[in-house]
């Protein structure tokens, strides 16, 4: 082992206080800038010039301990492993957590189907002494905190609480939905269908409500328009299948897989997109809409936002009173974008028989 | 407030000194089972007793203070914000951190396509006294780590360091692609085709070569069949579209992407698959595989299995001699498995002419 390699460790307090001359104590009183102790201007100095020459790091658990906080946040998140999702909430959580020199550590990423947080995997945490806490989930609109999520600062993503006390942030898949529908409808559609989802999940009845909006809001009427199917391309195949029984000029997917079976039933039935059929999706889902042809527009998820969201009110919480009880507050929807690519198109005119 | 809304931080060691009437120092000896110490089994009863009462919770920090071990792996990974394959490398990872008391934390995700890993992130997570570092990468064979990252346990994912000395773990995608031969070969195939990636990252080389042995042990001819394109589904439809007019078998697309395009320039030129063209991918990149119809075979990376090894190869280094230097050790190199589906068929008789 050659010489150069020496241990981070051996840099501590013993080794300034050896090199300045002073008692550990006085070094340990300078560093940590320990107010109300009599160390003379001159000996701080020496000290500080001693710990900057060799190289001496802070030992954040120490500082850690005197003043009880870790700077650390945890993400508990279910969506990890089953959509490329949690990346952007990871990815979004972790900038932001870095931009407020906060550490984020991931955990759990189970399933859990429970409403109810786990209150076990809290309680690792806790002892953990993280200062907050981000749960993330998609298969719930609402959810009641455990007790012990309470008592530390806690956001979360995709749901709020029944209490209506902690900070949450939520996607506006309505709103997306129906911004869908005024396009197509800005576009010069009118018979616009909807391939639903069979799934029992928040975003179901929320993109489904957004396309109603979105339909009473022009005056168009949807007898007919809507088939339910798996959400998958498999689902979306089948139900488009259904819809285009009906001769729609545009047909709106709950998400990207369904669209994917969309463009395969629009090929069956001999339809080119977007000159016979408009098809729109929900998601973004890397890579589907870049890799269907002609590539797929669809309505993104805000997940980036939401996961820097999440840690910036933690954030906020952590270093306010240290206090976990707040007023109800209302959740924070973020706006779900139209991508716009090149699956639309104005309805061609019908040749009059 | 509520009463019942008592923070955790007041149940602390001055709490079950009172509590059990003895000093705060005999409470830390007993509960931190400091040896050595004079405290008979009487005294040390009783402030457990005390402790157990008052719900009190283990500061971690303290006692990483005294070991100077905070049980905290850190996790820098490229991958994060662009592919799925992150959130399996997170999932392996976390669920083998948690089976072994270990707190995951993420401490990058940018993209940094500089072969030498950012120092300055290294340093600032050596600040926060992590154990250990993960790094995970898809765009390096080899990597020449930087000096800090030397001073701690660290482990590497999908590429080596060029000293050889960190411990490192690959998938073995060129015995995946020669795999993927293999197995056509089995069905009946003679004239394979190649759809190979232009980008220039390891994957590409790795790949190219497995198809290149599987060819060769069974004495196959490759000439005329392999084509390149980008890395896309864009890319596959244009090498398939060119591949095509030497009439393969079958076709092994660098990646599910590139295959996605590959189903589209069959259908193009009338064939089916897998009755006129059997078609494989590489990657199990959901949703692709079982979006298509018909589904894709392909090859899995074991992205799961590599979060976990490192997991495990830091634990290892952390609770052993807390010595970063070692002897170089090769990679541990993981196996890509096949994922059958339903998209190869033996071919079919040619009609002669």
């Known amino acids: 082992m050659t010489g150069s390699r020496v241990s981070e460790k051996t840099i501590g307090i013993k080794a300034v206080a050896a090199h300045a001359g002073v008692s550990q104590t006085t070094v340990s009183h300078v560093l940590n800038e320990t107010p109300h102790t009599r160390v003379s201007e001159e000996t701080a100095a020496r000290v500080r010039a001693a710990a900057e020459e060799l190289g001496y790091r802070p030992n954040r658990l120490a500082r850690g301990l005197r003043t009880q906080a870790s700077d650390m946040i945890g993400l508990l998140t279910e969506e990890i492993a089953t959509t490329p999702h949690a990346g952007r909430i990871i990815l979004g959580a972790q900038e932001e957590a870095s931009r407020r020199n906060l550490t984020l550590a991931i955990i759990n990423s189970e399933l859990n189907p429970d409403p109810e947080v786990d209150a076990s995997q809290v309680q690792a945490f806790l002892d953990r002494q993280a200062d907050g806490i981000i ?36 996607p506006d898949e309505r709103g997306g939905a129906a911004s869908v529908v005024d396009m197509l409808v800005a576009r010069g559609h009118r018979r616009i269908a909807f391939a639903e989802s069979a799934d029992d999940v928040p975003a179901t009845r929320g993109r489904l409500q957004g396309y109603l909006d979105g339909m009473a ?11 339910s199917g798996g959400s998958d391309a498999r689902g979306g195949y089948d139900a488009t299948l259904e819809l285009l029984d009906r001769e729609p000029t545009a047909l709106f997917c709950y998400n990207d897989r369904m669209a994917m079976g969309a463009y395969r039933a629009a090929a069956d039935r001999g ?16 890579p589907l809409p870049e890799s269907l042809f002609p590539a797929l527009t669809t309505v993104a998820l805000p997940h980036y936002e939401m996961g820097a969201w999440a840690v910036a009110a933690l954030a906020e919480s952590i270093r306010g009173a240290h206090d976990a009880a707040s007023a109800a507050v209302p959740p924070t929807v973020l706006d779900c974008p139209l991508v716009e690519r090149d699956s639309v198109a104005p309805p061609r005119r019908r040749a009059v028989a």
């Open 135 to 170: 749960y993330a989930t998609v298969f719930h609109d609402v959810i009641d905190a455990p007790e012990n999520l309470r008592m530390r600062p806690a956001a979360l993503i995709g749901a709020r609480d029944s209490a209506g006390t902690i900070p949450a942030v939520l």
């Open 217 to 227: 809001r022009a005056g168009l009427s949807t007898e007919g328009l809507i088939a």
């Open 271 to 286: 339809l080119r997109i977007p000159d016979d059929l408009s098809v729109v999706g929900f998601d973004d889902q890397a």
